[in-house]
């Protein structure tokens, strides 16, 4: 069996996908798992031991370069089975016209009953399971049928993502030295004990206000001074980021400088662009805590084993039974999701005639800075 995965999507959605190599694996010691992932994504899963290779996948690319590629690819590694996970649909088509002749995975779209022939129905929006659930429910296609107990099969999952030494001693000094070069107040060492702090998301999902995660350092730092404080984000997510960096350093070299002078030197706010995936991961490995929303970051740090303190909307198809971490790697003690505690009956999007008393903003400000820090104090405590 040479089997091609397509999930062709977002960091978070691709590492949700990836225990499906391991389970392929085991029960298919001799067969080829080859993973299509978004052009970016590949650096992800380097040094995975149940992937047989990664195929990089451009959207952006023209019709017939990616018609090429596509059908090369299926030919010269003989593939004879193809799932289509999430991502684009392209794969699939190309799949049909290049002969491949099982062509199973998620079926949800009208074009899937063209293309798919081996296909499961899904309405991943109802959210009866976790998203890696029903990913792992497509392996049913391919005679693979596994106890869809959430808690077992966590305890059965191999954490994915791999480094090694070099790799993290190389990335940790590439953030070292750009840390260095962006903000001289800034001294970081690697011998220093930080917490990773990522504020930002594209959108899909509620998110704590921005000015909350400063709070939360300042609140941590009130109660245990020995961390520096690493603030990773991307372009993306300048809409958070701008108004941290504001509030931070609005009273900067005034005299009275505010309650923010006493963190001001210990933060960095680090363009994880500009590292690299592999030296972010590298960052994220060694870092004694992570903090983070719904996005992607999140998944990474827990699947590297990464302590995490992860911040969910109640909306239904945006709260943790979908898009929950995974990866407990038998301990669920060093991941802590918090949502506000709300009686949120908003199936997609917020409902502002719920009739729960928040903010201008939406109920994620019920979410209070010391609900969140104490936990984070008790994790590094322990």
Not at 78 to 87: A, D, P
Not at 152 to 167: D, N, S, W
Not at 323 to 334: D, H, I, K, T, V
Request: aromatic share 12%.
């Amino acid at each position: 069996m040479n089997i091609l995965i397509n999930r062709s999507d977002a960091i978070g959605d691709t590492i949700l996908t990836l225990p499906l190599a391991q389970f392929i694996k085991e029960y298919y010691p001799s067969s080829k798992v080859y993973f299509l992932v978004q052009r970016g994504n590949d650096e992800l899963l380097k040094h995975n031991p149940y992937i047989d290779k990664v195929l990089s996948y451009d959207r952006r690319e023209s019709f017939w370069g990616r018609y090429k590629k596509l059908n090369n690819t299926f030919r010269s590694l003989f593939i004879t089975h193809y799932l289509y996970v999430g991502g684009d649909n392209f794969p699939s088509w190309v799949s049909f016209f290049s002969g491949v002749k099982f062509r199973g995975g998620l079926r949800n779209r009208l074009n899937h009953f063209i293309f798919l022939n081996r296909a499961i129905w899904q309405r991943r929006s109802q959210v009866e399971m976790h998203e890696g659930m029903y990913n792992i429910k497509l392996l049913q296609t391919i005679g693979i049928f596994l106890p869809f107990d959430l808690n077992k099969l966590t305890e059965r999952i191999a954490l994915p993502l791999k480094l090694t030494e070099e790799e993290i001693e190389r990335g940790m000094e590439r953030v070292r030295r750009l840390a260095e070069e962006i903000n001289f107040q800034f001294k970081f060492t690697s011998t220093d004990e930080y917490l990773v702090i990522h504020p930002g998301m594209r959108g899909s999902a509620l998110n704590w206000p921005a000015e909350f995660y400063l709070k939360l350092i300042l609140f941590i730092e009130k109660n245990i001074s020995a961390y520096k404080y690493i603030i990773s984000f991307t372009e993306v997510d300048e809409l958070y980021i701008t108004p941290i960096k504001k509030l931070l350093y609005a009273n900067e070299g005034k005299g009275n400088e505010g309650s923010y002078d006493s963190i001001r030197k210990k933060i960095f706010f680090m363009n994880g662009e500009k590292v690299g995936t592999r030296a972010y991961m590298a960052l994220l490995s060694k870092s004694k805590l992570f903090i983070g929303p719904s996005t992607g970051t999140t998944h990474i740090a827990n699947a590297l084993g990464v302590s995490v303190v992860a911040i969910y909307s109640p909306i239904k198809v945006q709260s943790p039974k979908r898009w929950g971490p995974l990866f407990l790697n038998n301990s669920s003690e060093r991941v802590k999701i918090f949502i506000p505690f709300v009686d949120c009956h908003a199936h997609f999007k917020c409902d502002r005639k719920c009739g729960i008393k928040c903010d201008d903003k939406n109920c994620m400000s019920l979410l209070k800075v010391e609900s969140v820090g104490n936990q984070v104090l008790k994790m590094l405590e322990e």
